[in-house]
């Protein structure tokens, strides 16, 4: 799988670069300027891409950009955001085309390798994955939205990391559930927010995160 | 029923001449003695008199004539301050009590400030000018009703002609009260200077506690934290070979920890200077607000420039603070962003309860402590029942549109025309005109009333002297006005 890496800070993209590597990616270019990467993701139209928000030359939000850019030329191209910090603000504007293929998450995340070769893996395959912490404050700011409010814990529990962005089968494994049991919570949740149910793993998150980002 | 009343309140100002006089003497009596005599003690007194006068006269025109008057005076000078050893230095000499160098220090205070002198000679030769200006027009009116009664059918012209002029001659007085009595550029700028201190040093004390907090935060948080991940992971290092298993349990407290670190950094980051600030500038910022906020938030932007980092920090924070604050009591808020020429106005209002006020030591008086750095102010309205809008106004926080606006110039043009000009109408067209005609000239030279037919001879003298006063009234307030503003623009 060909990956392209942005990422300003020298050891964190070696280290990503290796961290890839050793999963059977292929990086096929590894920048760290905005410009150079929207010339590689243009040129190389990888499978993936792994983004820095904040790239010279302004250290702004180059990264994002660039992406955005990258992607209104490709449409679906998939972005994998990587941050020092969450905005809401940044992940509406990645999920605004409403295409999937997007990830958001904080830097710490690639501390655990796994789970951030899977969010990976996921935004490859055309799916989602949002930090936690972008879920957190997006419920946090629905807090007073009504049929939000009605979910039980354990309904908000599996919301949560349904909208990160994982299958009904992640969900059970870290809910200690049983994949029907987390189907039942899933079909009670779509008709408390007075959605249309779906198989589809990613256009179900889709589904979600739109409703929540109406606010 | 204008004029009238305008006659009465001349008429009562020139009562006070009663109380004036007096004054002076008494004042003029304990400042000579002061001086001459040296009994010091008598010129607190005598000036503390002659600005309880004062005081009257500005209130009075305040009222009457509807001109505020600041006071003009400097600032009182601050208590002697203890030294470590218990004594009050005074120059070069020490003092057990705080007495004596208090005393010095407000009679410094007293005879330094212009004030005091310029009030002393006001009331000496306002009694004059308040006689012609304040009382002018009653006592023409007794002049006219003298004529009548001599048999001249002119005099009903004198009477009318006073009641007409009545509140034109109370204002051109308050404007030279106000000349007088008012504050000049010098103590407009000793009260800028004051103010600019005093915000200063509290911008300087913030920023100093501030830093402490950064300091403490990073101390017990982050800095501590990566301590324990190098320790942890020293020891994980002389573990790796004889016990792998419990090397792999450190290592991953170790990243626990390390993660933890940075979390901590990133809300310690949050309050200095938010990222989003910082990469997309105050409009966004605002918007990414409004979006973690569990209200619904309107917000609509009309900036087309980013102001200096420090102003949309303060303004950021203002906005974040009164976000927190509705999101107690409201369920909805609109925030708009807009400038007004070079002044940045955000304002956000909720549909809240109101009643909101501004308690000393809350956020809301750390948010006027942090625009007034940047000369913004905080304007709160929030009636009982609400709806509270909050205002925030930085008046230089953009770059001007465009170059000095072509009016102050034609402005100064009209004072400079003014103030040269004001006494043609006033002396030789106007009263010198006057006395001809009551005493006869034997030629017209260019007095334009004597040109004229006889029924509009008088017409043309009094209009004169108000064309004459108007300008001179123009000039005081074109004047004023124009150094009021380059009093805020510098």
Redesign the interface.
């Known amino acids: 799988m060909k990956v392209v890496l942005a990422e300003d800070l020298h050891l964190l993209r070696e280290g990503l670069v290796l961290l890839l590597r050793a999963h059977d990616f292929e990086v096929v270019a590894a920048v760290e300027s905005g410009p150079d990467l929207l010339a590689a993701l243009l040129t190389h139209r990888p499978d993936v891409a792994v983004v820095d928000?904040?790239l010279p030359p302004t250290f702004?939000?180059e990264g994002l950009q660039a992406a955005l850019a990258a992607r209104r030329k490709i449409p679906g191209l998939p972005v994998l955001v990587l941050s020092?910090?969450v905005?809401?603000?940044y992940a509406?504007e990645l999920l605004a085309d409403g295409t999937g293929g997007i990830g958001y998450l904080?830097?710490?995340r690639v501390?655990?390798a796994e789970q951030f070769i899977d969010a990976v893996r996921r935004v490859a395959a055309g799916g989602t994955a949002m930090d936690p912490e972008v879920i957190a404050?997006l419920l946090?700011?629905?807090?007073?939205n009504e049929p939000v409010a009605r979910l039980t814990p354990r309904e908000r529990e599996v919301l949560e990391l349904m909208a990160e962005g994982r299958s009904n089968a992640a969900i059970g494994q870290r809910l200690f559930l049983s994949e029907s049991a987390v189907g039942k919570h899933t079909a009670n949740i779509f008709a408390k927010l007075d959605l249309s149910p779906s198989d589809d793993d990613n256009r179900r998150v889709l589904a979600v995160l739109a409703y929540l980002n109406e606010? | 029923m204008k004029h009238i009343r305008a006659l009465g309140h001349g008429l009562a100002l020139f009562a006070l001449v009663l109380v004036q006089v007096p004054t002076a003497l008494i004042a003029l009596l304990g400042v000579v003695l002061s001086f001459v005599l040296g009994m010091v003690f008598l010129l607190w007194p005598s000036v503390r008199l002659v600005r309880w006068v004062t005081a009257l006269d500005r209130r009075l025109i305040n009222r009457w004539a509807g001109l505020k008057i600041e006071e003009p005076y400097n600032p009182p000078p601050p208590p002697p301050v203890r030294q470590r050893d218990g004594w009050y230095r005074d120059g070069r000499t020490l003092y057990r009590k705080p007495t004596i160098p208090a005393f010095n220090a407000r009679l410094g205070w007293l005879v330094r400030d212009p004030a005091t002198w310029k009030e002393l000679v006001w009331l000496l030769i306002d009694p004059w000018s308040r006689t012609v200006l304040a009382a002018g027009p009653t006592l023409l009116i007794g002049y006219g009703i003298y004529q009548i009664w001599q048999g001249n059918p002119w005099g009903l012209l004198f009477a009318v002609a006073a009641v007409v002029i009545a509140p034109w001659a109370l204002r051109v007085y308050a404007l030279y009260a106000m000349a007088m009595l008012g504050p000049n550029h010098a103590t407009h700028l000793v009260g800028q200077v004051r103010h600019l201190n005093q915000v200063r040093v509290e911008a300087a004390d913030s920023q100093a506690a501030e830093l402490r907090r950064i300091e403490r935060d990073l101390h017990d948080g982050a800095q501590a934290r990566m301590v324990a991940v190098g320790m942890t992971i020293g020891a994980a290092e002389q573990l790796l070979t004889t016990d792998p298993e419990a090397a792999r349990a450190l290592l991953s407290k170790a990243?626990e920890s390390?993660?933890t670190a940075?979390?901590e950094l990133?809300q310690l980051?949050?309050g200095i200077h938010p990222?989003?600030l910082?990469?997309?500038g105050l409009g966004?910022a605002i918007?990414?607000l409004a979006?973690?906020?569990?209200?619904?938030v309107d917000v609509s932007i009309d900036l087309d420039e980013r102001p200096e980092s420090p102003v949309e920090s303060a303004v950021y924070f203002a906005v974040a603070e009164l976000l927190t604050n509705a999101s107690r009591h409201a369920?909805k808020v609109t925030i708009d962003v807009s400038r007004r020429d070079r002044a940045l106005r955000v304002t956000v209002a909720d549909d809240g309860p109101g009643g909101a006020t501004v308690i000393p030591g809350g956020g809301l008086a750390g948010i006027e402590r942090r625009l007034a750095t940047f000369d913004g102010v905080l304007a709160l309205n929030s009636p009982p029942g609400g709806p509270t809008v909050a205002t925030l106004e930085l008046p230089f926080a953009l770059s001007a549109m465009e170059p000095e606006s072509p009016v102050s110039g034609r402005r100064a043009a009209a004072m400079a025309i003014c103030w040269s000009l004001c006494w043609v109408p006033l002396i030789p067209q106007g009263i010198v005109a006057g006395f001809m005609l009551i005493f006869g000239a034997p030629t017209k030279s260019w007095f334009l009333a004597l040109h004229m037919p006889a029924p509009f001879q008088w017409p043309t003298v009094f209009a004169m002297i108000a064309l004459g006063a108007g300008m001179l009234a123009g000039g005081i307030i074109l004047g004023a006005s124009a150094n009021d503003e380059k009093a805020l623009g510098c």
Not at chain 1, 140 to 144: D, G, I, L, V, W
Not at chain 2, 291 to 296: A, C, E, G, Q, Y
């Open positions: 928000v904040r702004t939000d020092q910090h905005e809401q603000l509406r904080l830097k710490d501390f655990n404050k946090a700011s629905n807090s007073r606010k | 990243r390390s993660a940075l979390a990133r980051v949050r990222p989003v910082a990469e997309r966004d918007r990414a979006l973690d906020s569990p209200l619904k369920a």
